[in-house]
T-cell receptor
Framework: AQSVTQLDSQVPVFEEAPVELRCNYS??????LFWYVQYPNQGLQLLLK??????LVKGINGFEAEFNKSQTSFHLRKPSVHISDTAEYFC???????????FGEGTQLTVNP | KAGVTQTPRYLIKTRGQQVTLSCSPI?????VSWYQQTPGQGLQFLFE???????NKGNFPGRFSGRQFSNSRSEMNVSTLELGDSALYLC????????????FGPGTRLTVL
């Protein structure tokens, strides 16, 4: 079975500051990794995904994530956040042989002026 | 191209009733997955349908069921509603089963009184 742990439930930051949202995963089989964002009263939007290749993945809205196999981590970063980045962020894994996504508990990012 | 649509967006039911939620995938997508999102349990996989067949099922009681039609539209049904079924139900579609990016709809907010 797979599991995902998002190490911070809430992350408050000031506008234009850098941010890192942490995600660790556990799996006995190979997985793909994803970050999704959820704005209030909306569904999930894919930010980025790691399938293979370069461990540094760039996504939409200036976000990037780095896959670290030895530490089983997939942390999300942005060098300078905006008020509009305020949302809940979910890390997810998917077995390479299946479709089901297993999600972490979510991290609420709040960007303050 | 239109995104994933879910109807209705909001629903209020009472305990013991049953409910049917509908999901229309992105045009050309043949796989539909359903997830339940609650504050306590987070995002949990319900089931996946591909070519009108259930391919995967999460750990939910038999009160939760679904189906997929030949046009890839999907419905999920919850019978004998319980208070704990109050949740945001998210539908996601992808091109094929297996590894394909899943695109989420806005969800149906179900409240059970």
């Amino acid at each position: 079975a797979q599991s995902v742990t998002q190490l911070d439930s809430q992350v408050p930051v000031f506008e234009e500051a850098p941010v890192e949202l942490r995600c660790n995963y556990s799996s006995s089989v190979s997985v793909y990794l994803f970050w999704y964002v959820q704005y209030p009263n909306q569904g999930l939007q894919l930010l980025l995904k790691y399938l293979s290749g370069s461990t540094l993945v760039k996504g939409i809205n200036g976000f990037e994530a780095e896959f670290n196999k030895s530490q089983t981590s997939f942390h999300l970063r942005k060098p300078s956040v905006h008020i509009s980045d305020t949302a809940e962020y979910f890390c997810a894994v998917q077995k390479t042989s299946g479709s089901r996504l297993t999600f972490g508990e979510g991290t609420q990012l709040t960007v303050n002026p | 191209k239109a995104g994933v649509t879910q109807t209705p967006r909001y629903l209020i039911k009472t305990r013991g009733q049953q409910v049917t939620l509908s999901c229309s995938p992105i045009s050309g997508h043949r796989s539909v997955s359903w997830y339940q999102q609650t504050p306590g349990q987070g995002l949990q996989f319900l089931f996946e349908y591909f070519s009108e067949t259930q391919r995967n099922k999460g750990n939910f009681p038999g009160r939760f069921s679904g189906r997929q039609f030949s046009n890839s539209r999907s419905e999920m049904n919850v019978s004998t509603l319980e208070l704990g079924d109050s949740a945001l139900y998210l539908c996601a579609s992808s091109l094929e089963e297996g590894l394909n990016t899943q695109y989420f709809g806005p969800g149906t907010r179900l409240t059970v009184l």
